[in-house]
């Protein structure tokens, strides 16, 4: 009988064995294992549409309290991840509810996170003794270490999108969390304060024609930026040659991201008009807020319409397309960490 690769016995099996009983692994026949030849991201896109959660958002309401909970949030676990909660690699997102008179308790982490109002109207957050007010729109920030709590006063319940790269922290082993007193009243009574001083700053429009310039790290002073604002800036730019307008939201003293481990971005697609396909080792979760379109990412094709979720994993070439209507997209991703770690790639594919 003739002998196969699996019946023949390696020249260097003794020593491959005498390597792994002192804890010592051969490079030679497993380098790929740590050199691959291009990234393979475990997950590939997915969307999350606002019709399936939004009829579950009531039963959260009415369902979960506060009393003895963090938070009231539903975060997009994608299957891929096996369980894990993960929205994809470093990132993840939720929609967080308030009913009227609820208080989420403050606390901080090393983790940095945003908030996007989706429909928050009479809802606040308060970060580190600031009152950001959560219209529709409006990016309020909670970089690492900073107190935060969520009130909402109104008569209706709110809701908002979170994201945060608590995966990416936690991969690190450095979370750090603090939670708050529920008694302490004083933490609510505060008004914008400093916040006021930055209304009208922390964005800035990026075109295929100009460059960005370095990043030099360090966490925006301004936490809230509102979605008026941001909507009449993308309103005044000019589109780029794909017809599509990108701003980006920015540390207002520095040009740089708003805080070092994630970086936000509002992009408004032109009707009928697709960008070109583009790749990037980074991550990307995009939150439609307002429009109908459709995105191919890898071999997905995705049709969304506005509150829809959707994810772009790393290396995964992705292309956007308004129907019936300019469409606008608020983008959360973590390309900044890669920029600093020198580990920024990206390709577009066309002229």
């Known amino acids: 009988m003739s002998q196969t690769a699996e019946t023949v ?15 010592y692994q051969p490079l030679w026949d497993r380098y790929q294992r740590i050199t691959p030849l ?4 475990r997950d590939g896109a997915f969307h999350w549409p606002w019709r399936e959660i939004e009829k579950l958002t009531g039963r959260a309401g009415a369902e979960v309290g506060l009393e003895d909970s963090e938070r009231r949030a539903v975060i997009m676990c994608h299957p891929a991840f096996e369980g894990e909660i993960v929205t994809t690699s470093n990132l993840i997102s939720a929609f967080t509810v308030l009913e009227p008179g609820d208080r989420a308790v403050p606390h901080r982490h090393s983790a940095a996170a945003i908030r996007f109002g989706v429909q928050s109207e009479g809802a606040a957050t308060i970060v580190n003794g600031r009152r950001c007010d ?7 920030l909670t970089p690492p270490m900073c107190w935060h709590g969520h009130i909402n006063q109104s008569d209706h319940q709110t809701i908002w ?50 460059e960005t310039g370095d990043e030099t790290g360090g966490a925006t002073p301004k936490f ?14 000019p589109p780029d040659r794909d017809g599509s307008k990108l701003l980006r939201y920015i540390n207002p003293l520095t040009g740089d991201a708003v805080m070092a481990t994630l970086d936000c971005y509002a992009r408004r697609l ?25 995105s191919t990412i890898g071999d997905e094709t995705i049709e969304w319409s506005q509150n829809d979720a959707f994810s772009i994993p790393h290396w995964h070439w992705a292309s956007h397309r308004a129907i019936g ?27």
């Open 134 to 140: 959560m219209l529709a729109g409006d990016l309020i």
């Open 38 to 41: 291009a990234p393979n991201a």
């Open 9 to 23: 016995e390696r020249s260097d099996a003794a020593l491959i064995a005498a390597l792994a009983e002192i804890h």
């Open 270 to 294: 032109g009707a009928g008009m697709e960008t070109r396909p583009r790749r990037a080792t980074h991550n990307t979760i995009c939150l439609v807020t307002s429009g109908e379109g459709r």
């Open 224 to 237: 809230h930026y509102p979605g008026a604002a941001t909507r009449a800036a993308l309103s005044a730019m």
């Open 325 to 351: 209507g300019d469409a606008d997209l608020f983008v959360l991703t973590d390309r900044v960490v890669f920029e600093r770690l020198g580990l920024l790639r990206e390709e577009f594919d066309g002229a």
């Open 161 to 210: 999108f979170d994201g945060a790269n608590m995966p990416l922290v936690c991969g690190l082993d450095a979370n750090f969390f603090e939670p708050g007193s529920r008694d302490d009243g004083d933490f609510w009574k505060v008004d914008a304060g400093a916040e006021r001083a930055w209304e009208f700053s922390g964005l800035h429009p990026l075109s295929d024609r100009n």
